[in-house]
């Protein structure tokens, strides 16, 4: 038999059923989402299909308002029917993967599962999305055939932006049936599987809610505030913005409180088991109801005074009251600031000297301990271990990450001085001389296992691919400061942007260059790509400002135009060179970096993708071809059959697109803002993107690629720009653009259209090229382009001038 999931069930529309559901959509997959019928139904209602479904209907209502949108696109919600547990039950039973997601109380549970039970098909895969109850529990006096296709699902929230999903297998679970869920999880809904046993709250939750646990109870102990908790503990330690107490406001004190109480009572023989005890305080703001963001209060605050200025507030500890506060200011932090590798950073805090140091390395040092202690018991590998917190967490690194990164050895020494309880296992592995948690050797990565005692190489899919892997394996071909090329094998190579955001400077643009001819004389194709961190991540933030900047400021405006040349010169190549390119772009995809993308063969894409032109808001246009060829995607969709074509539909959403800096929220609406076409493919796993990107490659080349043929365009011409002056003038009464927008947006049409051409006119490729770097060049020289071009160097966000 082949299994498949045709259709799935989700029961429960809660914040993660409905989640679920969304995922399951955007995937494809036809989803059937249920729950109770309500209790408070009067008594003409109780025949009233519309009211029996109002829990469930206001579930997906919650889905559709989410923001940002749980939705990959809008339309994704046709692909789920509502439904509730008395009326359509039944309906469970054309389903392949029943997945629960109701109140945690096992009781509940017990009943749901012995319904479903009866209602399953025999191939239909059951899971529970508990965070801690135990499946063997849940489990309990159903039939053999149920226990062999029951397994535990624990996806993180928010559902489809979280990568980790924890799975986790039932006594007698089919391997089949764990093999199967694992591939499609991964795969198909593009999640980061961890392996965890059924144990209380799993991986994720057991080690990231005791460190944070832990962290509460030694700063009350040490002294410290919350604002400097959350500056150790953030972005100088390779951890979100958000660091501890932010993040635990996003989350919610009582979901904290809820897990670290259960954790508790569940792990009587933990000898951490107190590292799971809240803080009076915490307990107290609970009763209080000061839960975070759900209720506008929690660790911190935001009052807004009658000037509309934002005041920021945290809370004391010992007096409940909230008051500003200022950034926290110590010596580590400075040494971290300073320091170029995270590694370095984490190091300068946790071997620091002064009072915040100290602090960092308890926390620091508890929590390593506390992980080693849980492996085989929680979990087999550290490689688990890390991936759930890096995953979950979104921590750069995990703790043996982290540990290898500060040193085993010279962290042990200080461990012991500081009268911390080394685990016999570390002991023994250090005895061995084995010196790091994790190793490379011929491109391939090892990870310590404690149960042999010895390394265990990392085995992942083969679509996997690892550029520091590659790179480490000596299959860097050339590289710059700013850029790299890597051999993929099978003759596809990878350029690798690594500058600043991945931002296109003028050494990465001639760097390009050389590539283009290395593997035209020794290649089949070539990926463009890169694998930063981060949530969601950036291909390429754009442009270098900086350096553009520079030149406008001293009046350089030929060298300028220069660079623009070289720009387009770059991206034409890469339309028409004699090999496929392939673009894999993920994340923040924006200015020059959607125009490298725009220039290639084919998009393959991460289904987490905010790709757009958004010159405009500094001040610019897109200027290396972007105009040109997000143009020429629309147009090129229309058969050569159709000769008579009103091109003022292609025109206006192409020219709205650019004027208004449109951002798509992901790829399947990038697809549909007409940015990814319908040659270029969606991937759900990051963790392929480079991997399917060459086997889209070498598929182009096995199909015979042969390059396009270089030909004139057809263009709206003036046509156009009268046109848009009415749509202009509507933006500007609706005071959806500035003046200065407006004074922009006329020149792009003007682009875009082929400039002073008759309408419907066909012209050369160059000529928009040339109109591109020429209203580039007059933007730079406009005051206000300076202006919103400062405003963005220096605090990151757009000026409306």
């Known amino acids: 038999m082949v299994r498949k999931i045709r259709q799935a069930a989700v029961i429960g529309s809660g914040v993660m059923g409905g989640g679920i559901a969304a995922l399951l959509a955007g995937a494809g997959i036809k989803t059937l989402l249920l729950d109770i019928v309500p209790f408070d139904l009067k008594e003409e209602e109780r025949n009233d299909p519309v009211a029996r479904n109002r829990i469930v209907k206001a579930g997906l209502d919650t889905v559709l308002k989410s923001s940002p949108s749980l939705l990959m696109e809008k339309k994704d919600v046709d692909r789920i029917t509502i ?145 400097e908790v959350d500056a150790l503990f953030g972005t100088a330690m390779g951890r979100p913005k958000t660091a501890m107490f932010k993040t ?115 926390v620091v040092a508890n929590g390593l301990i506390y992980a080693v202690n849980r492996i085989t018991e929680i979990s087999d590998t550290i490689v688990d271990i890390d991936h759930a917190m890096r995953w979950g967490f979104n ?44 190793k490379t050797d011929m491109g391939k990565r090892y990870a310590y296992d404690f149960t042999t005692e010895s390394y265990a190489e990392i085995v992942t899919s083969k679509t996997m691919v690892s550029l520091k892997a590659i790179k480490d394996a000596g299959k860097l071909v050339q590289s710059c400061k700013s850029a790299s090329l890597i051999d993929l094998d099978d003759g596809v190579f990878c350029l690798e942007f690594h500058t600043k955001m991945n931002a296109l400077n003028k050494e990465v643009i001639e760097f390009q260059q050389q590539v283009m001819e290395y593997v035209d004389a020794n290649g089949l194709g070539l990926v463009i790509g890169n694998q930063t961190g981060g949530m969601p991540g950036t291909f390429s933030a754009g442009g270098d400002l900086y350096f553009m900047a520079g030149l406008a400021m001293q009046g350089k405006f030929s060298e300028i135009d220069e660079f623009l040349r070289l720009a387009q010169n770059a991206i034409q190549k890469e339309k028409y060179s004699s090999f496929p390119v392939v673009a894999a772009p993920y994340g923040m995809t924006l200015g020059g970096g959607c125009e490298v993308c725009l220039g290639a063969d084919r998009i393959v894409a991460h289904a987490e993708l905010y790709m757009g032109l958004v010159e405009i808001g500094v001040g610019l246009l897109p200027s290396s071809g972007g105009c040109l060829n997000l143009w020429k995607k629309f147009i090129q969709t229309i058969p050569e059959a159709v000769v008579d074509v009103d091109l003022a539909k292609f025109f206006v959403p192409v020219f709205m697109s650019i004027a208004l800096a449109k951002v798509s929220t992901s790829a399947a609406e990038a697809r549909n803002n007409g940015f990814l076409g319908p040659k270029d493919r969606i991937v759900f796993n990051r963790d392929y993107l480079i991997g399917e990107a060459k086997k889209e490659v070498l598929k182009m080349v096995d199909e015979g690629y042969a390059p396009p043929i270089k030909q004139p365009i057809k263009v709206l011409g003036q046509a156009a720009q009268g046109m848009i002056e009415v749509e202009i003038f509507n933006m500007l009464e609706g005071k959806y653009i500035s003046e200065y927008d407006a004074f922009l947006a006329k020149r792009i049409a003007y682009v875009i259209s082929g400039g002073d051409v008759r309408d419907n006119s066909i012209i050369e490729e160059d000529v928009i090229l040339n109109l591109e770097r020429e209203a580039f060049v007059d933007f730079w020289k406009e005051e206000k382009t300076l202006d919103r071009v400062e405003h963005m160097l220096k605090t990151g966000r757009p000026l409306r001038n």
């Open 248 to 362: 635990c406001d996003i989350v919610g004190l009582d979901t904290l409180g809820h897990v670290a109480k259960n954790t508790y009572e569940l792990i009587a023989d933990d000898e951490q088991r107190d590292s799971f005890v809240l803080p009076e305080f915490v307990d107290q703001m609970i009763k209080n109801n000061l839960l975070g963001k759900k209720t506008k209060s929690g660790f911190y605050k935001t009052d807004v005074t009658p000037e509309r200025k934002k005041i920021r507030k945290v809370i004391d500890p010992h007096t409940l009251e909230y008051a500003e506060y200022a950034p926290p200011d110590f010596p580590c932090l400075a040494e971290a600031k300073e320091a170029k590798t995270l590694p370095e950073k984490i190091k300068s805090i946790v071997y620091g000297q002064d009072k915040a140091a100290r602090f960092a390395w308890k």
């Open 395 to 438: 921590f750069e690194m995990g703790p043996f990450e982290t540990w290898d990164a500060i040193g085993l050895e010279v962290s042990v020494d200080k461990m012991k001085k500081d009268g911390f309880e080394i685990p016999e296992k570390i002991k023994r592995m250090i005895a061995a001389g084995h010196t790091t948690f994790y």
């Open 83 to 227: 439904g509730n547990l008395e009326d359509d039950f039944d309906r469970i039973s054309d389903c392949d993967w029943i997945v629960e997601v109701v109140v945690e109380n096992l009781k509940i549970k017990q009943d749901l599962f012995t319904r479903i039970e009866t209602k399953r098909k025999p191939s239909a895969v059951v899971s529970s999305n508990t965070s801690g109850l135990p499946l063997k529990a849940m489990s309990k006096g159903l039939g053999l055939d149920f226990k062999q296709h029951f397994i535990g699902t624990h996806f993180f929230n928010p559902v489809r932006y979280m990568h980790l999903l924890e799975i986790i297998s039932g006594e007698e679970t089919l391997p089949e049936v764990l093999e199967f869920m694992s591939d499609f999880g991964e795969r198909i809904l593009g999640k980061g599987i961890v392996w965890a046993k059924d144990t209380p709250n799993f991986v994720g939750n057991r080690i990231g809610v005791q460190g944070i646990v832990k962290a509460m109870q030694l700063m009350i102990e040490e002294g410290l505030s919350i604002p």
